[in-house]
């Protein structure tokens, strides 16, 4: 079975400080993990993904993040905000098999940045 | 690629008349999902269709929900009778292959009076 949990369901940083989101996952097979960002009034759009090459993913807009399976983690991060960053971002994990009911999407976390 | 077209964008409708929701996939997607997004439930996957086919429908919330997917390039989410509970954002997606990215439309805003 798989799960994922997102730490923190609202972060607020200043502009031009260190985003960190943090997602945490269990799967039981090599897991696919995936960042989807939604901007307001908009669908989800993917920010990047991880299927099991480079443990260090970069995404869009300067977006990346690392698997760590020691850790079970797949934390988002940018090193500099910037206001369009403010979004909903959601942690998705899967099997990577066919079965698109073991795609398990986290409960988001809306980040919102500070002058 | 327009990427996937759901209609309308915006609905207000009364408790108890019916509800259709259209979504056009991304050409050459074998799989659509349908979700629904409140402040207090999150992002809910309803129903998915692979190769029009509905696979798993497990997260339809009760009867009064239903779906269907007549060809690759459309499908419908009804709702008959609606309810103000099911106001919501409903959103249609796509993928290539069943775990692997998916491509959102961009919603629908059901409110129900």
């Known amino acids: ?115 | 690629d327009a990427g996937v077209i759901q209609s309308p964008r915006h609905e207000v409708t009364e408790m108890g008349q019916e509800v259709t929701l259209r979504c056009k996939p991304i050409s050459g997607h074998d799989y659509l999902f349908w979700y629904r997004q409140t402040m207090m439930r999150g992002l809910e996957l309803l129903i998915y269709f692979n190769n029009n086919v509905p696979i798993d429908d497990s997260g339809m919330p009760e009867d009064r929900f239903s779906a269907k997917m007549p060809n690759a390039s459309f499908s419908t989410l009804k709702i008959q009778p609606s309810e103000p509970r099911d106001s919501a954002v409903y959103f249609c997606a796509s993928s290539f292959s069943g775990a692997g990215t998916q491509y959102f439309g961009p919603g629908t805003r059901l409110l129900v009076l």
């Open chain 1, 1 to 115: 079975a798989q799960s994922v949990t997102q730490l923190g369901s609202h972060v607020s940083v200043s502009e031009g400080a260190l985003v960190l989101l943090r997602c945490n996952y269990s799967s039981s097979v090599p897991p696919y993990l995936f960042w989807y960002v939604q901007y307001p009034n908009q669908g989800l759009q993917l920010l990047l993904k991880y299927t099991s090459a480079a443990t260090l993913v970069k995404g869009i807009n300067g977006f990346e993040a690392e698997f760590k399976k020691s850790e079970t983690s797949f934390h988002l991060t940018k090193p500099s905000a910037h206001m369009s960053d403010a979004a909903e971002y959601f942690c998705v994990v899967s099997d990577g098999g066919s079965s698109a009911s073991k795609i398990i999407f986290g409960s988001g976390t809306r980040l919102s940045i500070r002058p």
